[in-house]
């Protein structure tokens, strides 16, 4: 082997290993995989970049692709036959898109900010659940997470009063916060009022008037157009139904 590609060989092992410097690992299922894993699992992964209103998946089209997002926020949303629009969810770093579906795409996805992903063929990332069985149990884990998070929101919908809707989401992203290693204090709110409505099930006038009264009673204080303080953990894990231990 000649002096230059020796060199070439060596510059190419030098580099850093891209989920050693991923920022989302501790928070994502692949955080179980040893270094070997990982490579692997690199191996068949592509990194995508986006940009605020980019369209990830869209409702209809083949599945062929996982998403492992690592940075930036995305909400998946379904079109109803009249054309409306109903946001069912909100993902974040070391969030999976396209996890749970069939051989199409049973919504969209679209950024709400600039971020990035891993994305994985479904084929190639099936055969890596077989090789990795840490990985499928993770997955089988996570996809439960999203079962119960699930009924949650079917019991927000359909039981809770505006006020009791607004604290869990203000709660959940708190508690989304501490998992990412945050004091759950300060919150990022990518999504618009009208968003965060039409995901709750209520106007945006409703949710307005209710930030307000968080507001007024020292629940909360408005930091930003998209970000704000929870300034009572405890009252706020009350009004949305929780333990006081879960908003703390």
Not at 87 to 103: N, Y
Not at 148 to 159: I, Y
Request: net charge neutral; with cysteine; hydrophobic share 40%.
């Amino acid at each position: 082997m000649s002096g230059t590609t020796e060199a070439i060989v060596c510059a190419r092992d030098s580099r850093p290993d891209p989920c050693s410097l991923c920022a989302a690992r501790h928070l994502s299922v692949c955080n179980v995989l040893a270094e070997d894993g990982l490579r692997r699992l690199n191996s068949i992964s592509d990194h995508q970049d986006f940009g605020a209103g980019e369209i990830l998946v869209r409702e209809g089209d083949p599945a062929t692709n996982l998403f492992n997002i690592t940075s930036g926020a995305v909400r998946v949303y379904k079109l109803l036959p009249d054309g409306r629009r109903q946001i069912v969810g909100f993902l974040f770093s070391g969030d999976f898109l396209g996890l749970a579906t069939g051989d199409r795409y049973a919504f969209s996805a679209e950024a709400l900010s600039t971020g990035s992903a891993c994305r994985f063929q479904k084929k190639s990332y099936r055969k890596m659940l077989v090789e990795q069985p840490d990985l499928e149990t993770a997955l089988l884990d996570r996809a439960s997470h999203e079962l119960q998070a699930a009924h949650n929101q079917m019991l927000l919908l359909g039981r809770k009063t505006a006020v009791e809707r607004l604290a869990s989401f203000l709660a959940d992203l708190a508690a989304r916060d501490r998992r990412a290693g945050g004091a759950g204090r300060i919150i990022q709110l990518p999504m618009t009022r009208a968003e965060i409505a039409d995901y709750l099930g209520l106007t945006t006038e409703t949710v307005s008037r209710v930030t307000s009264r968080l507001k007024t009673r020292g629940v909360i204080r408005l930091l930003s157009l998209h970000s704000l303080s929870i300034e009572k953990p405890a009252e706020l894990a009350e009004l949305a139904g929780l333990d006081a231990g879960d908003g703390a």
